[in-house]
């Protein structure tokens, strides 16, 4: 949060420095899991035209166009409520360039809007974005499955046929769409993919691979041991001993995981930080020395939305960033990715504990962390606690068409758009390592200034040969670091739109997906108000 922004919260809510009593911690609530194992077994099998494995913003606006469309849908979603993101904490929406956002994905905050009385709200509570895409999905009678994990897939010929849960659950489709985080459908239908990032030579890049760079990086001197200064006594947690590649070398690290919560000081809804259980001291060493050097921007990046709340992302060199923790995300299992999340749950809840009650923790900086707290309108089955993991980056696709920084740049341009990508350049710190002595961030990109750009039609579908009834709007066929300018939530609402839509014209002309003519496409994209090219 800027300082005036911090200011004119101080000053309206707590015009004195007063002491504040630690309150008693409270519970994150039980239900507060990415993976339950099924409880019973089921034997339906349901026959439906498309099938959309995976309920974030594009998967609920893909399975809505569809049904739009005529067709018979089922959307599957893991999750335990729709809208992956947007609907899970990320209400501080990235646009990039508000212009280039058209179709469903506009009128989805044209939706919000509404709700608050306003033309459009970008800044939305999850509550309203969860009713929001609620109110689509039921007026457009799409068939939502919750909590299915994806168990297996059956194949005729080089077309997906059925897939299953693990629940038991089997659909039957003509058309199939992958619309997770992770792309577990389109690996498990033998799509090639790609985890991490490729060094820079693979594409002519600059900005793929290791990156040694000064944002979010730590601007004071903090020592790495576990005793100060100490070599001796070891490297604290998630540090590595060096990093000794050059830069832009390719590795399979990926960028770190948060949580985004929704916060607010308002008393009647405020609720306090919890001690997780497990809370280990030594994660938070790190934020205590830095404090102590005299780091003052804690309290950066606590986005004001709707509501009188903020939502709260990572900002500086230690923050709700769990770096290094997510490295086997992308293709582990159901249950080591609950490790992994009940992990990422520990340490973020960990951080705001640590510095609201942590007596290592600046006697200023405790007070005003008492002020916040959780919500207690917002995620009421979880306690307040986002249920949505943040998974910036998993398995990517590699199509016959690869996104990469030359797109973005606009230095080359692609005759086939199904939609335009506009924000920056955007990776995350992917690693902690020891250099002269001190801790450094690695990893973190930002880089902006280009205007909007075509994403191929080509990198939403599997190359030819591969898989001919699949569609893939989330984990697009791009490079690491153009994947980071990619991951933004309406740009997925528009790939997950623009999916449908050639879905509907492979069923009607019995088509693969790559030889839907693009034409047509085009002419139906724009039709239903997408922005394809951008007019400089």
Wanted: aromatic share 10%; proline share 6%.
């Amino acid at each position: 949060m800027n300082a005036l922004l911090l200011r004119s919260f101080s000053q309206r809510d707590s015009p004195m420095l007063v002491a504040v009593p630690p309150p008693p911690p409270p519970a994150l609530h039980h239900n507060l899991t990415y993976y339950v194992p099924p409880v019973q077994r089921s034997r339906e099998t349901i026959r439906a035209e498309v099938c959309v494995y995976g309920g974030t913003a594009a998967g609920v606006i893909a399975a809505v166009q569809a049904a739009r469309l005529g067709r018979t849908v089922v959307l599957l979603d893991p999750a335990p409520v729709v809208g992956g993101m947007t609907t899970g904490g990320l209400s501080w929406t990235d646009f990039g360039n508000k212009q280039a956002i058209g179709g469903m994905a506009r009128e989805f905050y044209r939706r919000c809007g509404a709700a608050y009385g306003v033309d459009e709200e970008w800044n939305f509570e999850p509550k309203v974005a969860r009713q929001v895409f609620r109110g689509m999905l039921l007026e457009a009678g799409v068939r939502v499955y919750g909590r299915q994990f994806l168990k297996s897939v059956r194949r005729k010929a080089k077309r997906l046929a059925q897939i299953r849960m693990e629940s038991g659950l089997r659909v039957d489709a003509d058309m199939f769409i992958d619309a997770t985080y992770e792309g577990d459908l389109m690996a498990r239908a033998g799509v090639r993919y790609t985890v991490g990032r490729e060094s820079n030579r693979k594409y002519g890049e600059t900005l793929n691979g290791v990156q040694y760079r000064e944002l979010h990086q730590f601007e004071l001197p903090v020592s790495p041991y576990v005793i100060d200064g100490d070599p001796g006594s070891g490297l604290l947690p998630g540090i590595e001993a060096a990093a000794q590649e050059a830069a832009g070398t390719g590795d399979r690290r990926i960028q770190a995981y948060n949580f985004r919560l929704i916060l607010t000081r308002d008393p009647d809804n405020r609720l306090p930080f919890p001690k997780p259980e497990g809370y280990d001291p030594r994660e938070y060493v790190l934020t205590a020395r830095y404090l102590a050097a005299g780091w003052k921007d804690v309290f950066g990046k606590f986005d004001p939305i709707r509501g009188g709340k903020v939502d709260k992302n990572n900002a500086g060199a230690t923050s709700t960033d769990y770096i290094g923790a997510n490295y086997a995300w992308p293709t582990a299992s159901y249950i080591e990715r609950e490790r992994i999340f009940q992990a990422h749950v520990r340490y973020v809840s960990g951080w705001f504990w640590f510095l609201a009650n942590d007596p290592s923790a600046p006697h200023s900086v405790r007070h005003e962390m008492r002020l916040w707290g959780l919500c207690r309108d917002e995620f009421e089955e979880t306690g307040g606690w986002p249920y949505q993991l943040y998974v910036r980056e998993a398995q990517r696709m590699v199509a016959d068409y690869v996104i990469t920084e030359h797109d973005c740049r606009n230095t080359r341009a692609v005759p086939d758009s199904v939609g335009l990508g506009s924000y920056g350049m955007d990776s995350h710190n992917c690693r902690r390592y020891v250099r002269d002595g001190l801790v450094r961030n690695e990893g973190d990109v930002q880089v902006a200034g280009f205007p909007p750009y075509p994403i191929s039609y080509r990198s939403i579908v599997p190359r030819r040969g591969e898989c001919e009834n699949l569609l893939v709007p989330v984990c697009v066929s791009a490079s690491h670091i153009a994947y980071g300018s990619l991951r933004m939530e309406p740009v997925f609402m528009v790939l997950g739109q623009s999916a449908a839509i050639a879905a509907d014209l492979a069923l009607t002309g019995g088509n693969r997906v790559q030889d839907v003519p693009y034409e047509t496409l085009r002419s139906r994209l724009e039709e239903a108000g997408q922005r394809l090219f951008w007019e400089r």
